[in-house]
């Protein structure tokens, strides 16, 4: 979850979400996609300390290679988030030529109990890379002993129990474990490299309703949306949590709000509106991917950086006979005279079954003779039925 900061230099930053024992500190990236040079490897991309205990100090190195084709100039290294700090680099004010390496050195010493997070950021003219921090401030363990001193009071004496002081120790704050940080780093970096699949033009029918889906993928072959439609593959850099619209004043579109979706869990995020064109001719839809936005915990609906942004050709065609006949008849069945119409008639009718099957009386609405010629049949058979059993008797 992208949480939006405003550092001291006025700029919008994005913090990562804080978990029970976590200090949130700037971390990640900034406001939109995450900005990475082309041709500079950074090894590793997610640093991790591990558990270290308070007052310790606990030391990584990070590489950064030119495996491009040109050389890269570095013009500054910026460590983000206490209590790491920068103990020495040769990449900052440095050009990397093609196929050499510069080296970071990044320690970590913990002033209190709590997992936390940052980042190391490689600032380039092209954009900038980004490694991430990740520690965890542990208790000191004690190993140290005090041995009592012997004792002076004479024999048969009892010494007076001595009372120790309430413990000042500050309350050891709750941690989790590294999981939750690493699969957030995990999804951010499968994240920029996601592919958005999608059909960038359509023919409808004005009146019909048609299904419309976009597959944001981090798989490298990731599933047609459908063998019969042609779609386009755009390559992304998207962010681990993302939400997408749909939008065209000329159409009825549900649902009309950013919807959600996350690659924390799984590689593959599916949107889906069911789209109906109220004109004919061409007309366009706008497709809108952006990153999602909490502000002071609390959710901004559309807020958040723009990711990616489409346009789709929409070419209506006028309603036919069937497509009118059929809108015409759904909305006939639909009216609600018809409905209490056809309620009343299946209550109605119910209850007629009943007066004629179970309480053997003639129909409700037949007339006086139906009724009479009914009556003389019933007598009749009732007659002959008591005949022959008074001949078997």
């Known amino acids: 979850m992208v949480i939006l900061r405003e550092t001291s230099l006025g700029v919008v930053i994005a913090v990562a979400a804080a978990w029970p024992g976590v200090t949130p500190?700037?971390?990640?990236?900034?406001?939109?996609?995450?900005?990475?040079?082309?041709?500079l490897v950074l090894?590793?991309?997610?640093?991790?300390?591990?558990?270290?205990?308070?007052?310790?100090?606990?030391?990584?190195?990070?590489?950064?290679?030119?495996?491009?084709?040109?050389?890269i100039p570095i013009g500054s290294v910026v460590l983000q988030g206490d209590p790491f700090a920068n103990a020495g680099d040769s990449c900052h004010d440095e050009t990397l030529p093609v196929g050499e390496s510069c080296e970071v050195h990044v320690t970590f010493t913990p002033t209190a109990t709590g997992e936390f997070m940052g980042a190391v950021q490689?600032?380039?003219a092209s954009g900038t890379a980004m490694a991430d921090l990740v520690g965890v401030g542990t208790p000191a363990s004690s190993t140290s002993s005090t041995t009592s001193p012997p004792?002076?009071?004479p024999p048969g004496t009892t010494s007076p129990t001595a009372t120790s002081p309430p413990s000042t120790a500050p309350p050891t704050t709750p941690t989790t474990t590294l999981s939750d940080?690493?699969?957030?780093?995990?999804?951010?970096?499968?994240?920029h490299d996601a592919t958005v699949r999608f059909a960038p033009a359509l023919d409808m029918t004005v009146g019909e309703t048609e299904q419309f889906v976009v597959v944001a993928s981090t798989e490298t072959s990731p599933t047609s949306i459908s063998?019969?439609?042609?779609?386009?593959?755009?390559?992304?850099?998207?962010?681990?949590?993302?939400?997408?619209?749909?939008?065209?004043?000329?159409?009825?579109?549900?649902?009309?709000?950013?919807?959600?979706?996350?690659?924390?869990?799984?590689p593959t995020i599916t949107w889906l509106w069911d789209i109906a064109a109220l004109q004919a001719g061409e007309s366009t839809l706008t497709l809108e991917i952006r990153s999602i936005a909490v502000i002071d915990g609390r959710r901004i609906e559309g807020a958040g950086g723009e990711l990616y942004t489409s346009t789709i050709h929409i070419d209506a065609r006028p309603e036919n006979f069937w497509s009118r006949s059929k809108?015409?008849?759904?909305?006939?069945?639909?009216?609600?005279?018809?409905?209490g119409l056809g309620s009343l008639l299946l209550v109605g009718g119910t209850i007629a079954a009943a007066w004629r099957w179970l309480l053997k009386r003639p129909w409700p609405w037949a007339s006086s003779e139906a009724i009479v010629s009914e009556t003389t049949g019933r007598t009749r058979r009732a007659s002959r039925r008591r005949t022959s059993r008074n001949s078997h008797d």
Not at 25 to 39: C, D, K, N, T
């Open 43 to 71: 090894d590793p991309e997610v640093v991790s300390f591990d558990e270290v205990d308070l007052g310790e100090t606990v030391e990584r190195t990070i590489t950064a290679t030119n495996t491009g084709t040109e050389p």
């Open 151 to 153: 004792s002076t009071e």
């Open 227 to 266: 063998e019969s439609t042609s779609t386009t593959v755009v390559p992304v850099p998207l962010r681990c949590e993302v939400q997408a619209q749909l939008r065209g004043r000329d159409f009825d579109i549900d649902p009309e709000e950013f919807q959600p979706g996350s690659f924390l869990d799984r």
């Open 25 to 39: 500190v700037a971390a990640v990236s900034g406001l939109g996609p995450i900005s990475q040079v082309e041709g």
């Open 327 to 339: 809108r015409w008849s759904g909305e006939i069945v639909d009216h609600p005279l018809v409905r």
């Open 181 to 191: 940080q690493l699969r957030l780093a995990d999804c951010e970096r499968r994240a």
């Open 122 to 124: 490689f600032v380039t």
